[in-house]
Every structure is written in C-alpha cells, then in structure tokens.
C-alpha cells in the first residue's frame, strides 16, 4: 500500500522538489499552498505518477487549516508523512529597526503555521500508532547572527518543537525529526530582502550553495529508514559553509 506524504510550502523550493522526489518514489501527495495556479501545475505534473490532492489555504489561519485537513477525501484522510516546510524569512534589520508585521509574518508562519498544522494531523496518528513527522529547520534554529533576531528566534522554536513533539508522541511510535539546512538556492532570499533580486542573488555569489534537490533526498532518505530508526536531528551545510557567518567565497 502506498504511503501519502503532507508537505505544506509545496509551491517552490525545498517543499516543491521534495513532491517532486516523492512522486518519483510513489508516494502519494497532498501538496499545501497559497498559489492555486501553481498547485493545479504541480498536480497536473505529479498525478501522471501517483495520486495527488491539492489544498489552498493561509497557515497563519488557525480556521483554514482546520477547515481545509478536515476537507481531505477519504482516499487522502490517512497521512503517513507530514512535512512541515513551509516557513520565510522577512528582511534583514536590527532588533532596533526591525518591522512589527515582519516579525508577526516569521512568528505566525514558522511556529504557530507549524503547530496549527501538526495539531490537526497528530490525532490520526496517534489513534494508529503509526507516522512520521519531519519539520524543517535551519542551520538558524542552532546559532544565532546578526541582524537575525526574530527569524533566528522562530527557527529556535522549531528546534524545541521538534524535541518536545518527539518526547510527547513517543509513547505512539510516532517518528518525529528535523532536517535543519544551511544556504540553499530558492526563492527565501528573494522574500527576505522582498523582491530585491540583485541582492537576493549576491547572497549565493562566489560559492556553490546547497539545492532544494539535496535537500529533498535528505528528507526521503530520512522517511525511507527502516522503523526502528528515527533521524532525531539532522543539520545540513553546503562545502563552503562552515557557520551561518563563516563562507568560503571565490574572490572576484
């Protein structure tokens, strides 16, 4: 019997190659997202694969999320694999300068989109003693830089949810882990710096950064172990990344 997978952020980067990888390996897919036309793109690419079901909805929103997993058709009501990707940076300032509405965006998505989330699927996997959870992290959750703050606090949150989730859901049999990366090429810089693209693109000049692809066979190779092994905690860097500040550059 195949095993679906729940990925939310699945319209771009890590989450997008990760339904992509899946589809391959035959897993099914509920994909989660705010852009409709991308979802209808990827169902339409996946589903020669494997089944695909499709739901839009904001996961800052406690009421949609529960409104939209409660929508789920009974072919898709079983969810083996959460992956708890979707997230965002939302610029780059002191703690000083910081944006009120940047921090509640970073706080509503990264922690309280995740716990909406999990909160909603957990009961089924516990009624069968059976899943496994995998939130995405960052190389963020584990130290702090500059100008970082909120962000790096949200990511802080994760690396203790990831922690207690696991300890509360153990009596279950219920897998819970992170994959924490590092620089990786997607769309987060371009949010981050909000649609400034020549900055965005000179934060992965002069070295070859990590991509969505790496990091998608990272979390199906994570989901495929046999059951008694369970991928706690998992930090991912590119060559040249030795710390969130620390990157070798090629010298123009």
Same mark, same amino acid.
């Given at each position: 019997?195949?095993?679906?997978?729940?990925?939310?952020?699945?319209?771009?980067?890590?989450?997008?190659?990760?339904?992509?990888?899946?589809?391959?390996?035959?897993?099914? #897919?509920?994909?989660?997202? *705010?852009?409709? +036309?991308?979802?209808?793109?990827?169902?339409?690419? =996946?589903? &020669? @694969?494997?089944?695909?079901?499709? #739901?839009?909805?904001?996961? *800052?929103?406690? +009421?949609?999320?529960?409104?939209?997993?409660?929508? =789920?058709? &009974? @072919?898709?009501?079983?969810?083996?694999?959460?992956?708890?990707?979707?997230?965002?940076?939302?610029?780059?300032?002191?703690?000083?300068?910081?944006?009120? @509405?940047?921090?509640?965006?970073?706080?509503?998505?990264?922690?309280?989109?995740?716990?909406?989330?999990?909160?909603?699927?957990?009961?089924?996997?516990? @009624?069968?003693?059976?899943?496994?959870?995998?939130?995405?992290?960052?190389?963020?959750?584990?130290?702090?830089?500059?100008?970082?703050?909120?962000?790096?606090?949200?990511?802080?949150?994760?690396?203790?949810?990831?922690?207690?989730?696991?300890?509360?859901?153990?009596?279950?049999?219920?897998?819970?882990?992170?994959?924490?990366?590092?620089?990786?090429?997607?769309?987060?810089?371009?949010?981050?710096?909000?649609?400034?693209?020549?900055?965005?693109?000179?934060?992965?000049?002069?070295?070859?950064?990590?991509?969505?692809?790496?990091?998608?066979?990272?979390?199906?190779?994570?989901?495929?172990?046999?059951?008694?092994?369970?991928?706690?905690?998992?930090?991912?860097?590119?060559?040249?990344?030795?710390?969130?500040?620390?990157?070798?550059?090629?010298?123009?």
């Amino acid at each position: 019997m195949k095993k679906t997978a729940f990925i939310t952020g699945a319209t771009s980067g890590i989450g997008k190659s990760t339904a992509i990888l899946f589809a391959l390996k035959g897993i099914n #897919l509920v994909l989660c997202g *705010r852009r409709q +036309e991308r979802l209808d793109a990827l169902k339409k690419e =996946l589903g &020669k @694969e494997v089944q695909v079901f499709t #739901l839009n909805f904001d996961i *800052r929103n406690k +009421e949609s999320v529960k409104e939209a997993i409660a929508s =789920l058709p &009974k @072919e898709f009501s079983q969810i083996d694999i959460l992956i708890n990707n979707a997230g965002n940076a939302h610029g780059l300032d002191t703690i000083q300068d910081g944006s009120i @509405e940047d921090w509640d965006a970073m706080l509503d998505i990264n922690v309280k989109g995740l716990l909406y989330v999990s909160k909603n699927l957990i009961p089924q996997m516990i @009624e069968r003693k059976a899943g496994h959870i995998i939130h995405i992290g960052s190389t963020a959750g584990k130290e702090v830089y500059p100008k970082g703050n909120v962000y790096c606090a949200s990511k802080h949150a994760v690396d203790a949810i990831n922690q207690g989730m696991r300890m509360d859901l153990n009596p279950y049999g219920i897998r819970v882990g992170a994959v924490n990366p590092g620089l990786v090429e997607t769309e987060f810089s371009s949010v981050r710096f909000k649609g400034d693209e020549d900055r965005a693109e000179n934060v992965y000049k002069g070295f070859q950064p990590l991509k969505p692809e790496d990091i998608a066979e990272i979390i199906h190779f994570v989901v495929t172990r046999p059951y008694h092994v369970n991928i706690a905690d998992l930090t991912v860097m590119p060559t040249a990344q030795a710390s969130s500040t620390i990157v070798k550059k090629a010298k123009f």
